[in-house]
């Protein structure tokens, strides 16, 4: 039988996102790198605001807004007045039932938790199928 395979080191990644809590362009290149082999396909997604002198560039334009989506919960993270704003929401089959906004070290909890969950929940998974094949 396989080792499980060891589980994300969150107190990292939760100082990682904490860092430079001004540049969301950070953030959006921390979870889509560091977070794309942990999170299901399209979990991460990016809106960029691309001025006219980035489109002349050929510039990807600057980070708007960051959506996490894991199961149930959505996480976004924006700029808002120079700010970088966060927030929960509970969704399900994409109808959004609550939504709060939550200052940053609460939303890299939140974020930090619902990884180590989808992750535990995955390594439950793969063991089950792979008891009913063996």
Not at 104 to 113: I, K, S, T
């Amino acid at each position: 039988m396989p080792e499980p395979e060891p589980e994300p080191d969150l107190e990292l990644l939760a100082a990682a996102l904490r860092r430079d809590s001004e540049d969301l362009d950070l953030y959006a290149r921390v979870l889509s790198a560091s977070l794309a082999d942990a999170l299901p396909p399209d979990a991460v997604r990016v809106k960029r605001r691309r001025s006219f002198a980035d489109r002349l560039a050929g510039r990807a334009g600057s980070v708007a807004e960051l959506d996490v989506t894991l199961g149930e919960r959505g996480l976004s993270l924006r700029m808002l007045e120079g700010r970088v704003v966060g927030e929960v929401r509970h969704e399900v089959r994409g109808v959004v039932l609550s939504r709060r906004e939550v200052g940053l070290d609460e939303w890299v909890d939140v974020m930090a938790r619902a990884v180590a969950e989808g992750a535990a929940a995955s390594a439950r998974a793969r063991e089950a199928i792979e008891r009913r094949l063996t």
